[in-house]
């Protein structure tokens, strides 16, 4: 069926470098990506969106980039900090309006 | 940005007992909230849809009977876990869709959970 994954479980950086989190999603209908960070044992955060008429939107240090052309999604983080430590999520709008996650990434930075 | 609360943030209970969890949208009317469950280390599982004035719609396999939802108010909605079980030990996290500033697209904005625990 339709999904939303990731490719990489864990990634370990270095404070200071930048973070590349990767998301692959199979439904080329979907329109709408949002990542969000989830700390333990709170909600997810709402990061940074876009839309699919966009290839690159950017945030403060974090930058989202879609590929429509090989159904990729990307979250790119610049000067990683410890605080930046989390699980990330990438979502896709399915068009009933609610969000179908990928199975996360967790992002572990050290000092 | 929306703030969305949860109530209680933890819970302890006796299985066979009832747990309600409340979900408020703190500076913002929600008409549609959404309940999600998440395991140790997974990904958050869409359980229902909840509709202000409206019967909630559920996902394939979560048993409406079991878990109750109303959306009395355009603030608030609360997910009742009835008859608990071991099994129902989890982390429920509601969200609140909310338009978005990218081109008005609608968003959610989740709450920070509740943990469930059912002895």
């Known amino acids: 069926g339709e999904s939303v994954g990731l490719h990489l479980p864990t990634l370990s950086v270095q404070e200071g470098d930048n973070s590349i989190i990767n998301c692959a999603y199979s439904n080329s209908a979907s329109d709408y990506f949002i990542w969000y960070k989830q700390e333990s044992g709170k909600g997810p955060q709402f990061i940074i969106d876009?839309?699919?008429?966009?290839d690159k939107r950017q945030g403060q240090r974090v930058t989202v980039l879609l590929n429509k052309t090989v159904k990729h999604l990307s979250l790119q983080i610049a000067a990683t900090q410890p605080g930046d430590s989390a699980v990330y999520f990438c979502a896709e709008n399915t068009g009933r309006r609610a969000l179908t996650f990928g199975s996360g990434t967790r992002l572990q930075v050290q000092p | 940005g929306a703030v969305v609360s949860q109530h209680p943030s933890r819970v302890i209970c006796k299985s066979g007992t009832s747990v309600k969890i409340e979900c408020r949208s703190l500076d913002f009317q929600a008409t549609t909230m959404f309940w999600y469950r998440q395991f140790p280390k997974k990904s958050l599982m869409l359980m229902a849809t909840s509709n202000e004035g409206s019967k909630a719609t559920y996902e394939q396999g979560v048993e409406k009977d079991k878990f109750l939802i109303n959306h009395a108010s355009l603030t608030l909605s609360t997910l009742t876990v009835t008859s608990a079980h071991p099994e129902d030990s989890s982390f429920y996290i509601c969200s609140a869709r909310v338009l978005s500033g990218t081109g008005g697209l609608e968003t959610q904005y989740f709450g920070p959970g509740t943990r469930l625990l059912v002895l």
């Open positions: 876009i839309r699919s008429n966009m």
